[in-house]
C-alpha cells in the first residue's frame, strides 16, 4: 500500500518537470502521466517514482 509521503503536489511536479501547471492537468486528461486524488480535498497528486520516470524518458 502506498502511503501520502510518496506523492508530490501538482505544483512540486510541475517545478520537478520544468512546466506549467496546467500541461500537467492536460497529461492527466491524455493519460500521460495520471494524477491520484487526495483522499480528503480531491487535490491532484503524482507519484513521484512516475515524474522521476518522465525525468529519466527526457535526459
Do not use: F, S
Not at 15 to 41: E, F, S, Y
Amino acid at each position: 500500500m502506498l502511503t501520502i509521503k510518496e506523492y508530490v503536489t501538482v505544483k512540486r511536479a510541475a517545478d520537478m518537470l520544468g512546466v506549467c501547471i496546467m500541461t500537467l492537468h492536460r497529461w492527466d486528461a491524455q493519460g500521460k502521466l495520471k494524477a491520484k486524488r487526495h483522499p480528503i480535498n480531491g487535490y491532484r497528486l503524482y507519484k513521484e517514482e512516475d515524474i522521476k520516470k518522465v525525468l529519466r524518458q527526457i535526459v
